[in-house]
Every structure is written in structure tokens, then in C-alpha cells.
């Protein structure tokens, strides 16, 4: 399966972005799909987690409360709605997709929040 990510941009603290992940070649459904992060110099993190059905979901407690993650199983779509954006939140995302481990990536899509 391909990846695609895009959204990112240059954002003031407080201020939101909505991420989105379009994925191809496979059947999206059959995907438990995440979105990840890595700021320079740091190793990558996990940001949030969904379902292939999306009724479990994950959130790192750093973003509890601000993030979403949302999919849409008809467009193939996987969504992270960013909230109250914080620099700390500055960091490359990629979204990615399981069959049993994070197996496919994305290319990542730059999120700058300005102090």
C-alpha cells in the first residue's frame, strides 16, 4: 500500500492544522492506520493510533486533548486534526499503516508551529 501525507505547514502557537493521509493499492479497511512524528535530533514517536474499523484508538499523553484521529474507510483517508498547536509539536509527520506491524510509511509532511 501507498502512502500519501499532506497538510503540514507553518502554523502560530495555539493554531490548528489537519493532517491527511490518502492511501492506495491496497484495501484501506484491512489497515490499522497511525500517524507519527519526528523532530530534529529526536527519534520518532508515535502521535496517535486507529483501528481498521476505528473503534479503538490511541493518543500519546502529549497530545491527549488536542489531537484527533479520525478515517474515512470510502476515501481511504486517515485524518489527524491538530488543536492548540505548542512548538513542541514542531516536528516532521508521517503517517504509516499495520497488517500486523507498521509495515508501509508515508513521506511526512512538515507541521512548524511558531512561538
Known amino acids: 500500500v501507498q502512502l500519501q501525507a499532506s497538510g503540514g505547514g507553518l502554523v502560530q502557537t495555539g493554531g490548528s492544522l489537519r493532517l491527511s493521509c490518502v492511501a492506495s493499492g491496497g484495501v484501506f479497511s484491512n489497515y490499522g492506520m497511525g500517524w507519527f512524528r519526528q523532530a530534529p535530533g529526536k527519534d520518532r514517536e508515535s502521535v496517535a493510533a486507529i483501528s481498521e474499523s476505528a473503534d479503538r484508538i490511541y493518543y500519546d499523553d502529549s497530545v491527549k486533548g488536542r489531537f484527533t484521529i479520525s478515517r474515512d474507510n470510502i476515501k481511504n483517508t486517515v485524518y489527524l486534526q491538530m488543536n492548540s498547536l505548542k512548538p513542541e509539536d514542531t516536528a516532521t509527520y508521517y503517517c504509516?499503516?499495520?497488517?500486523?506491524?507498521?509495515?508501509?510509511w508515508g513521506q511526512g509532511t512538515l507541521v512548524t508551529v511558531s512561538s
Open positions: 504509516a499503516a499495520n497488517n500486523g506491524a507498521w509495515n508501509y
